[in-house]
């Protein structure tokens, strides 16, 4: 239920971004309500190891850390249960993060971070800050965007403050409302997670077994293909595609002429591809992938790959483009279209099986180009494929449509939460009508 609107007097806080609160709540500088904490971990008192992430702080092992870790943990900040802690780092860089958490349990922190212990209600002020921190408040602090703060730079930030008894009917409304939203949010998060997996499952098993049930079925002899429908034609892909075209096909174009350019994050991984970019010939005809309308690309290094990126590539300006290097680009022959050839290789039964023969050191593993070439692929004819294109078209145009309207109810259900916290820390609901 939508809480109503708070029927008791109002008075101005001189705070921009909080505007009006109950008149009988006092508005006073941060100093005054919380104190900073600054207790060094000497002697490595504490070793339970605290980050903060997406507006929680959760454990790490200290044993187990990876990328820069400290020479010592004895400047970390030791911190106790309902003690608040907030990232003030990379501000000019990160505008999107949550950076402020309440401890649950006694541990450290690096003391880059900013550390303090709320005289009352610390869940109160928990609620308080998270509604700061989602408003932006501490980027503006101080008159402009900064790389990090200090507490000296928080320590006269204004801050609203209701009676004890309130902060505590404030804090149990909201953990009410809040955990009825994080319930549906996870619900609909789940769901999208089952149409994700079922539009996975839908494409695999129509590209390896076809739409007709009752036809005969032969072994295929590879792995994940498994049995596939006995009229369909297997050889390696190198039979039914060139792999990389040679650029020398536009040679005799003018290297002024535009023509698409796609970078990694232009690629999509359902299929789609941002055109928007483009760029003269002269600056993209060395050290670039070259692919023209009809050709399939598809990413070849990890995580791009295994995430689905690749897309059939048409509506070219120029007919052509460039992109990253880090594409296997393929030109399908007479004997299988071009739609067919996405859907067979963005399979997620395709793209586990290639996984496993990915070379390369971690993080920088590739699928081969001659590995690709060389793998066995069964094709329907090309008309079944095409009628295999129209349905898969229809079935995850449904299912897209579907994940996209419950990914917009739950931006809509998080942008409720974040509302709700900031009315009701500020006094602007009436909690008695919403009980």
Excluded at 47 to 56: A, C, P, Q, V
Excluded at 120 to 128: I, T, V
Excluded at 332 to 340: D, G, I, K, R, T
Excluded at 394 to 419: C, G, N, P, Q
Aim: glycine content about 8%.
């Amino acid at each position: 239920m939508t809480p109503a609107l708070s029927g008791q007097p109002m008075k101005e806080s001189g705070i921009e971004w909080v505007g009006k609160v109950p008149a009988h709540w006092s508005v006073r500088p941060f100093f005054s309500f919380a104190a900073e904490v600054d207790h060094p971990n000497v002697g490595l008192k504490e070793r339970n190891l605290l980050s903060l992430s997406y507006g929680r702080l959760v454990r790490k092992d200290m044993d187990r850390l990876e990328g820069l870790t400290p020479a010592s943990f004895e400047g970390y900040n030791i911190v106790e249960a309902n003690d608040i802690v907030f990232r003030l780092t990379d501000l000019q860089n990160d505008m999107r993060s949550l950076r402020s958490a309440r401890a649950l349990e006694r541990g450290i922190i690096t003391s880059a971070y900013v550390t303090v212990r709320p005289q009352a209600g610390p869940r109160f002020f928990e609620y308080l800050m998270r509604s700061y921190d989602t408003t932006k408040v501490f980027y503006g602090i101080g008159g402009g965007i900064r790389q990090s703060m200090k507490f000296a730079d928080l320590k006269r930030l204004p801050v609203v403050v209701p009676p004890v008894a309130e902060m505590d009917s404030i804090v149990a409304h909201l953990d009410r409302a809040t955990t009825r939203i994080d319930a549906l949010v996870a619900k609909k998060i789940r769901f999208i997670m089952l149409l994700r997996e079922k539009r996975e499952a839908t494409i695999t098993h129509v590209v390896t077994k076809g739409l007709d049930a009752a036809v005969p079925i032969k072994e295929s002899g590879v792995e994940w293909l498994g049995n596939v429908p006995a009229h369909w034609e297997i050889g390696a892909a190198r039979r039914f595609y060139s792999f990389n075209p040679s650029k020398r096909e536009i040679s005799s174009r003018h290297r002024s002429q535009e023509v698409s350019f796609l970078p990694m994050e232009a690629i999509g991984e359902t299929g789609k591809l941002d055109l928007t970019r483009t760029r003269p010939i002269s600056e993209v005809d060395t050290g670039y992938s070259y692919f023209a309308n009809g050709d399939v690309v598809i990413a070849k290094i990890t995580p791009c790959f295994e995430n689905g990126k690749g897309a059939p590539v048409n509506d070219l300006t120029g007919g052509v483009g460039f992109g990253t290097t880090e594409l296997i680009v393929l030109r399908p022959s007479n004997l299988v279209s071009q739609q067919y050839s996405w859907w067979l290789f963005a399979a997620t039964g395709f793209r586990r099986f290639a996984e496993g023969h990915m070379e390369g050191s971690a993080g920088q593993k590739r699928v081969q180009d001659e590995w690709l070439k060389a793998q066995m692929i069964a094709l329907p004819p090309l008309a079944e494929q095409e009628t295999i294109v129209a349905h898969l078209d229809r079935a995850t145009t449904r299912i897209d449509t579907l994940i996209a309207k419950t990914e917009r109810s739950v931006e809509l259900l998080r942008e409720h939460r974040t509302a709700l916290i900031t009315a009701a820390v500020t006094g602007r609901i009436d909690l008695l009508k919403a009980a």
